[in-house]
T-cell receptor, first 112, second 113 residues
Framework: TQLLEQSPQFLSIQEGENLTVYCNSS?????LQWYRQEPGEGPVLLVT?????EVKKLKRLTFQFGDARKDSSLHITAAQPGDTGLYLC????????????FGEGTQLTVNP | ETGVTQSPTHLIKTRGQQVTLRCSSQ?????VSWYQQALGQGPQFIFQ???????GRGNFPPRFSGLQFPNYSSELNVNALELDDSALYLC????????????FGPGTRLTVT
């Protein structure tokens, strides 16, 4: 059973389009992180959200943590080919110490 | 770059063999976690080391073991390799065991034939 469900699993769009990736769970997380991973490399941390309802912006990327701290979304505005990669959400639960639980990822391809 | 390094970058082993993977954490970080990432999946937590002691373990059998050294570098050892152990093995370091943010190395790609 996957604790964190990401959708969509694959996304192929044209440069300039907007997109949203979702990360959902039935469990409450004390914090949630988003990572981007390129082939042959480790995940790179993009953002950490901690407070329910929190919204963080990183240039064209907007991250939101659900009010109940069970879900999160990543919205990219005017996607560029450089945004191509595997986007992973990962949650920390208070009861599991510092163990990160990852979703299965969303593979994003932005075509020029 | 995150400052976390791993070696080797690639490794091919035969079923039944043993393997040791190495990780050097970012300067000032005393906590290291290891993850297994199978192709097309998100990373799965193996275990974490804090100040040279195991500090949390995921659903992996005892043939997965580790060490952390006084300089906070770490090793992951896998005995009796199975075909399903083929994966990207990632280590991640954090400032301490309660900090939110951790930084990943580039991983070691292990292929078991």
């Amino acid at each position: 059973t996957q604790l964190l469900e990401q959708s969509p699993q694959f996304l192929s769009i044209q440069e300039g389009e907007n997109l949203t990736v979702y990360c959902n769970s039935s469990s409450v997380f004390s914090s949630l992180q988003w990572y981007r991973q390129e082939p042959g490399e480790g995940p790179v941390l993009l953002v950490t959200v901690v407070t329910g309802g929190e919204v963080k912006k990183l240039k064209r990327l907007t991250f939101q943590f659900g009010d109940a701290r069970k879900d999160s979304s990543l919205h990219i505005t005017a996607a560029q080919p450089g945004d191509t990669g595997l986007y992973l959400c990962a949650g920390l639960k208070e009861t599991s110490g510092s163990r990160l639980t990852f979703g299965e990822g969303t593979q994003l391809t932005v075509n020029p | 770059e995150t400052g976390v390094t791993q070696s080797p970058t690639h490794l091919i082993k035969t079923r039944g063999q043993q393997v040791t993977l190495r990780c050097s954490s970012q300067s000032g970080h005393n906590t290291v976690s290891w993850y297994q990432q199978a192709l097309g999946q998100g990373p799965q937590f193996i275990f974490q080391y804090y100040r040279e002691e195991e500090n949390g373990r995921g659903n992996f059998p005892p043939r997965f073991s580790g060490l952390q050294f006084p300089n906070y570098s770490s090793e992951l050892n896998v005995n009796a390799l199975e075909l399903d152990d083929s994966a990207l093995y990632l280590c991640a370091s954090r400032v301490d065991r309660v900090s939110y943010e951790q930084y990943f190395g580039p991983g070691t790609r292990l292929t078991v034939t």
